[in-house]
């Protein structure tokens, strides 16, 4: 049977786009509302991302470390800015092992309130600044419209909240590297990417998808 015909980006974009990142293999619908799976054609993309801005921020200083994804709902009410902008996009935890939780606890929509609750631990006077430190994960905000990888309840990025003894060559030099990184991609990448560039390089980490006999 002939395969169906891909959806034009004039008549339909939306769905255009849909299809096209289905039938790549890229990722899947999630039976959870809003999540995806990222298939190993799709995640192979991101640790390609994520292998270059790694090298990059550690040539910054920046380490790595992770943080909890289980985040108490009283750090949120701490910060009034936080709940405002994130209560309506908070999947919170009200029961665990059967029981019900004497605090409720926020899957993270984002990692500030529990970086920040560990770095007033760890920080005792200027001289245990900078602290550099990149998180890689996942975050959970409800989205009430999703799209894959452009917008969804789960998604993957980093966070760096870097603490500087003061606002000055510190910190210039932190915001002066990131910019470098994002010049030095934009420089090093066109877009949209030539004919060349699309042509997978020998050290990719993108698998070579199994071939498909026609049925």
Same mark, same amino acid.
């Given at each position: 049977?002939?395969?169906?015909?891909?959806?034009?980006?004039?008549?339909?974009?939306?769905?255009?786009?849909?299809?096209?990142?289905?039938?790549?293999?890229?990722?899947?619908?999630?039976?959870?509302?809003?999540?995806?799976?990222?298939?190993?054609?799709?995640?192979? =993309?991101?640790?390609?991302?994520? %292998?270059? &801005?790694?090298? $990059?921020?550690?040539?910054?200083?920046?380490?790595?470390? *992770?943080?909890?994804?289980?985040?108490?709902?009283?750090?949120?009410?701490?910060?009034?800015?936080?709940?405002?902008?994130?209560?309506?996009?908070?999947?919170?935890?009200?029961?665990?092992?059967?029981?019900?939780?004497?605090?409720?606890?926020?899957?993270?929509?984002?990692?500030?309130?529990?970086?920040?609750?560990?770095?007033?631990?760890?920080?005792?006077?200027?001289?245990?600044?900078?602290? =550099?430190?990149?998180?890689?994960? %996942?975050? &959970?905000?409800? $989205?009430?419209?999703?799209?894959?990888?452009?917008?969804? *309840?789960?998604?993957?990025?980093?966070?760096?909240?870097?603490?500087?003894?003061?606002?000055?060559?510190?910190?210039?030099?932190?915001?002066?590297?990131?910019?470098?990184?994002?010049?030095?991609?934009?420089?090093?990448?066109?877009?949209?990417?030539?004919?060349?560039?699309?042509?997978?390089?020998?050290?990719?980490?993108?698998?070579?998808?199994?071939?498909?006999?026609?049925?």
């Amino acid at each position: 049977m002939a395969e169906e015909k891909l959806t034009s980006r004039a008549q339909d974009f939306s769905e255009w786009y849909n299809q096209l990142v289905i039938r790549s293999d890229l990722a899947d619908y999630a039976p959870v509302r809003g999540c995806m799976v990222v298939k190993p054609y799709g995640w192979a =993309l991101w640790e390609n991302i994520t %292998s270059w &801005l790694d090298a $990059e921020f550690k040539k910054t200083g920046h380490v790595n470390a *992770a943080f909890p994804t289980l985040i108490p709902l009283s750090f949120f009410e701490k910060e009034k800015e936080h709940v405002e902008g994130f209560a309506p996009e908070l999947a919170v935890v009200t029961h665990g092992g059967g029981q019900e939780l004497e605090e409720k606890l926020a899957v993270r929509p984002t990692s500030e309130t529990i970086i920040g609750h560990m770095y007033s631990k760890w920080i005792k006077s200027w001289r245990d600044l900078p602290i =550099l430190i990149v998180q890689w994960g %996942s975050v &959970l905000r409800w $989205e009430l419209r999703t799209k894959l990888f452009l917008r969804t *309840a789960e998604f993957y990025w980093h966070e760096a909240i870097p603490p500087m003894p003061a606002p000055t060559k510190p910190k210039r030099k932190c915001i002066a590297s990131w910019i470098s990184m994002d010049a030095s991609a934009l420089k090093r990448r066109q877009f949209p990417p030539s004919k060349a560039q699309r042509v997978r390089p020998k050290n990719s980490l993108v698998p070579t998808r199994p071939h498909r006999s026609k049925p």
